[in-house]
């Protein structure tokens, strides 16, 4: 009977359900390939949504990237039972670049800001007085970016190392150090003038 | 990227993305990149909030305590119900007086006994003659008694015991494993629920019998000259392994794939589950990962 040979819609999510349970748990377990196949079967998917949200191709591959290190460090964020693996993706992916583009609008804004704070810099700090020196540090880092300011706050104000720094902020330690360096060239370029240096 | 581009409504976004995202193709730079920052975030092979490593001493102490834990409820009928080859609840922990008992003169400094199995008859048959009170009481001075003498030892020194040469830090999960698999065998006898290990000490079975793994398959003759198997133990206490089955030291990509649960696995280590009642998921060559799984139970002593 050709009914009974159909693939039944319910069989079908359950087969899906099946298949995402898993992948998680071999994601958990440590099996890398499973992270190959989750990426080859999402991977358009995850970048499509990103770019729709983002509208830059580069900054939605550093999302792309950030989801599924997100879901091979922690796969036991993924709860079957509240809906599929790719229901999943889709909402941690959206929820990244949201955030990317947020912080790229606080971003621009406190660009904007910190060009107008450069003139004060330029001409009111003492270099020889502490005090105010450490305000104008305070105020570069203040300018950096979020992720940066963050990884410097960590790195110099507490003491941590880039592996730490990598742990706390749940980052590849190579990406900790490229924050760290990116941020060093920016505060050089900011606190140029308490070197008598003009920029 | 504008300051006027606000993200727009969700669940439109995601359905935009759900019909067009498969069309589009993350290049091959993009792959490996999110590869490798994923390597540097968390090692492959180890399982996401892996357990803590705890001692062969540890591993046994606790498979003791279960075990003692589980005696201690045995209504006086169920120390008699068939358990495992002839021998009834009370045999089977008299089988284990016995092994204690031998591993206790081993360690001692003993020579090594040959047969695991008919060695221990004597101490199984004899609790014949004993109430099942006594027996337990008997089984648990002996183990505690392992546990006291392995104070003064060095766990890395190598023992042979049933003519496994390993270090007795090793040898004691192999211990605790046998334990755990009798503890399950009265538990079916009795017709209790089974219990997986602890994840620290599921972890530290789990770990042993994957380094044993080409040991087995070689002496049950599933050998594959340059066969290499995936195998993913899943749930706390797991990890993933590629096993050559020839043996071999090298790394090989692995064609075979098994996925099983970390605890299933080790009760066909147990030689008390097979593939298909392991609930083992295996894509790939179905020969090399029968191989695999029957190399797995060969690693059993009984």
């Known amino acids: 009977m050709l009914s009974s040979l159909a693939p039944s819609p319910i069989g079908t999510l359950r087969a899906v359900a099946d298949h995402d349970s898993m992948l998680v748990d071999r994601l958990a377990a440590g099996d890398d390939d499973a992270l190959k196949e989750l990426f080859d079967r999402y991977s358009g998917f995850v970048l499509g949504l990103a770019r729709r949200v983002t509208h830059n191709d580069q900054v939605a591959e550093e999302v792309v990237q950030d989801v599924f290190a997100s879901i091979w460090s922690k796969p036991q964020r993924f709860n079957a039972s509240r809906g599929s693996l790719r229901a999943y993706l889709g909402v941690l992916t959206y929820s990244r670049a949201v955030d990317v583009v947020r912080s790229d609008v606080r971003r621009r804004a406190r660009e904007q800001r910190c060009v107008a704070e450069d003139v004060d810099l330029r001409s009111n700090v003492d270099p020889l007085d502490a005090t105010s020196v450490a305000d104008a540090v305070r105020d570069a880092i203040a300018c950096l970016p979020d992720e940066q300011r963050l990884a410097v706050e960590l790195a110099f104000f507490h003491g941590h190392t880039y592996r730490e720094v990598a742990t706390v902020l749940a980052i590849p330690e190579g990406t900790a150090k490229s924050r760290l360096r990116l941020a060093q060239a920016k505060l050089g370029v900011l606190l140029a003038p308490l070197r008598g240096e003009h920029v | 990227m504008t300051a006027n581009d606000q993200p727009r409504d969700p669940v439109t976004e995601l359905r935009f993305a759900l019909a067009e995202g498969d069309a589009i193709d993350a290049s091959d730079a993009l792959r490996a ?259 695999v799984l029957v190399g797995a139970a060969a690693l059993a002593l009984d």
């Open chain 2, 33 to 291: 990149r999110v590869l490798a920052a994923a390597a540097e975030a968390r090692q492959p092979g180890v399982a996401v909030d892996a357990p803590a490593w705890i001692s062969g001493t540890d591993v046994f102490r606790r498979a003791v305590m279960s075990l003692d834990e589980l005696l201690a409820t045995l209504s006086p009928d169920e120390w008699s119900r068939p358990a495992l080859r002839d021998l009834d609840v009370q045999g089977l922990v008299g089988h284990l007086i016995g092994v204690e008992e031998a591993f206790a003169a081993v360690l001692l400094g003993a020579d090594d006994i040959a047969d695991h199995v008919d060695d221990t008859q004597a101490a199984a048959l004899r609790q014949r003659d004993v109430a099942p009170l006594e027996t337990h009481r008997q089984w648990f001075d002996v183990a505690t008694k392992s546990i006291a003498l392995l104070e003064d030892l060095d766990l890395s020194a190598p023992v042979s015991f049933y003519g496994v040469t390993l270090p007795l830090d090793d040898l004691l999960v192999i211990r605790a494993f046998e334990m755990w698999i009798h503890d399950e065998d009265v538990r079916r006898a009795t017709g209790r629920g089974l219990v997986s290990p602890d994840p620290e000490r599921l972890a530290r079975m789990v770990a042993l019998a994957s380094m044993l793994l080409p040991a087995g398959i070689a002496r049950s003759g599933n050998a594959h000259d340059g066969a290499t198997a995936r195998l993913v133990l899943t749930g706390t206490g797991g990890g993933t392994w590629d096993v050559n089955l020839d043996g071999a030291s090298e790394t090989r990509a692995a064609t075979t794939r098994i996925v099983v649960d970390a605890a299933e696995f080790c009760r066909v280590v147990g030689n008390r589950k097979d593939q298909s009642t392991s609930g083992a998921v295996v894509s790939g060559n179905a020969s090399i990962a029968a191989g």
